[in-house]
């Protein structure tokens, strides 16, 4: 009898988990949860790409006004209970960051709560509009390491001034006590309506609350109620949205805009289990800023839609900081961190291919899947940081999808890429 062939699937053999590989700095993976729910991932947090599946609200771009989620103003002068759910690159940023407020111009204001740069959390509030009390902080940090997801609340009782802080780590846990109760004067919050809940930021979105430095998060999720324990009044519900929506009206009946300047705004997003695409035109994909300098690897898994001359697939933090882009015809792609370099005609339009950049001033190179690696000076700049589908700059959109992208603070050795490449072509099923 002739010998069958049967392929080895994954779901028999699982793919090489790329957390056990030296030197991993940054690592998404579509189809594998453990790239983005650890640390060491990167994160979409400014994912416009073209497809889509639980809708996240991409909070980033600290330095971009305009930035988050608003609706209509809510009255908490009866008592405030406060939930959120997301997952900020640092729940201890270098500046305080806000996470949901109500704090207009004076006269028009009402509570602010933020995370601290020790990882507390802290609301603000005013019983006139215009006096500030606080900031009255948690006695305990947000249990949570950079990138992960978390839960938090915080109530206000009018009648003792008592202020509560919760965490919890999933959606139906108990909430526990972060620490003990925090005590404010007795009395109600401001009950004002004119100035706009806001997510992000606190200046009816005029002005976005991270500053320069700080984190910026992916929200899931955030709920209010005018009295502890109560109904919801209101919820930020962005998995209700559709992908790039402007605004969309919540399960509570208010409308939520989503406030999104900049090509690495705050739009709604989300891409965990299928390609996830740049047009060409003005969608991307950007990891939070991050320390990246030569030498470095990146590896990409990641498919040419459209050939357009000069356009990026990928670029560090800056233009030209660990980029990969589309260079004369054929088409062949080239690497810069300052020189263009190291130009390879390997990949073909249409499919999916493993791309190695490797970035080591005159000992750069570009190897496409099992091809020979082409050798050149690609530059000495660093990367710290990465987005897809187009320049650093925010420019020269490529029409590309990707399905993996890992950073590698150190470059691995010969046999660790050849490894992870014939991995990577199996799993992805990559004709090559």
């Known amino acids: 009898m002739m010998p069958i062939n049967i392929p080895v699937l994954y779901g028999r053999q699982k793919p090489l988990n790329l957390l056990s590989i030296p030197n991993l700095a940054a690592w998404y993976d579509l189809s594998d949860p453990s790239s983005y729910i650890l640390g060491t991932g990167i994160k979409l947090l400014a994912d416009k790409s073209g497809n889509s599946a639980v809708n996240v609200l991409c909070n980033t771009s600290p330095t971009v006004a305009g930035n988050g989620a608003s609706c209509p103003g809510i009255n908490f002068s009866a008592g405030l209970d406060i939930d959120f759910d997301l997952a900020p690159t640092s729940w201890a940023p270098t500046a305080a960051t806000d996470i949901v407020g109500q704090w207009n111009t004076a006269g028009n204001r009402a509570f602010l709560i933020e995370q601290d740069t020790t990882g507390n959390l802290l609301i603000y509030y005013t019983p006139d509009g215009s006096t500030t009390k606080g900031p009255y902080t948690s006695t305990s940090p947000m249990p949570y390491f950079a990138f992960g997801r978390g839960q938090g609340r915080i109530t206000r009782d009018p009648a003792t001034g008592n202020i509560t802080f919760y965490y919890r780590y999933l959606e139906g846990d108990s909430w526990t006590p972060l620490g003990t109760v925090v005590s404010s004067p007795a009395g109600a919050i401001f009950g004002t309506t004119t100035p706009q809940v806001t997510i992000g930021s606190h200046t009816n979105n005029n002005a976005y609350g991270q500053v320069a430095g700080a984190a910026p998060a992916n929200y899931f ?12 009044v209101a919820d930020f519900n962005p998995s209700l949205a559709a992908k790039l929506a402007a605004t969309f009206i919540s399960s509570t009946g208010e409308t939520w805009t989503i406030k999104s300047p900049g090509d690495t705004g705050a739009p709604i997003c989300g ?10 035109i003005a969608k991307c994909i950007a990891s939070a800023p991050r320390s990246l300098a030569q030498p470095f690897a990146r590896m990409l898994v990641a498919r040419l839609d459209t050939y357009s001359l000069g356009k990026y697939l990928l670029d560090g933090g800056a233009v030209n900081s660990g980029a990969l882009l589309q260079t004369t015809g054929s088409p062949k792609l080239s690497i810069s961190a300052g020189t263009t370099a190291a130009e390879n005609a390997g990949l073909i339009v249409g499919q999916l291919a493993v791309i190695w950049m490797i970035f080591n001033g005159a000992n750069s190179s570009l190897q496409i899947n099992r091809g020979t690696p082409i050798v050149g000076n690609a530059g000495t700049n660093a990367a710290n940081g990465g987005i897809f589908g187009c320049s650093g700059a925010i420019a020269n959109f490529s029409a590309a999808s990707i399905a993996e992208w890992a950073d590698f603070s150190a470059i691995p050795d010969a046999g660790t890429i050849a490894r992870i490449t014939q991995d990577r072509i199996r799993k992805w099923a990559i004709a090559a």
């Open 271 to 280: 891409a965990n289990d299928s390609l996830a695409s740049s047009d060409g």
């Open 221 to 232: 999720r955030v709920r209010f109620r005018t009295t502890i324990g109560g109904s919801n």
